[in-house]
């Protein structure tokens, strides 16, 4: 079993930035894919990023490519997400997730998944 908890969210201005970070615990899987989604009331959950094992096979949506950007420290079971230039829509609940799996995919297909941390930016 895998334990996610996101934290680092919380209330932000627009053009500020905030980092989030997912440390996970159990069988962490430190070496599989991890991903990060958020959920806006009244909508699907929507896919952010995406890492590799490695760190270096990084995938994005299209509405934060240029804004945010995730990364990961194995050593310490954490994956991180960066944002910058954060704008109203973004505000969400933010998740991250892990995968079994060693393919890195951009869909809600992952197998464990946080509580969430709430990201508000005000215009």
């Known amino acids: 079993q895998v334990q996610l908890v996101e934290s680092g969210g919380g209330l932000v201005q627009a053009g500020g930035s905030l980092r989030l970070s997912c440390v996970a615990s159990?069988?962490?899987?430190?070496?599989?894919?991890k991903g990060w989604f958020r959920q806006a009331p009244g909508k699907e959950r929507e896919f952010i990023a995406a890492?590799?094992?490695?760190?270096?096979?990084?995938y994005y949506g299209d509405s934060v490519k240029g804004r945010f950007t995730i990364s990961r420290d194995n050593a310490k079971n954490t994956v991180y997400l960066q944002m910058n230039s954060l704008k109203p829509e973004d505000t969400a609940v933010y998740y991250c997730?892990?995968?079994?799996?060693?393919?890195?995919?951009?869909?809600?297909?992952?197998?464990?998944w946080g509580q969430g941390t709430q990201v508000t930016v005000s215009s």
């Open positions: 997730a892990a995968r079994k799996s060693s393919i890195v995919v951009t869909t809600v297909n992952y197998d464990y």
């Open positions: 890492i590799g094992w490695s760190g270096e096979d990084t």
């Open positions: 159990g069988r962490t899987f430190s070496r599989n894919p």
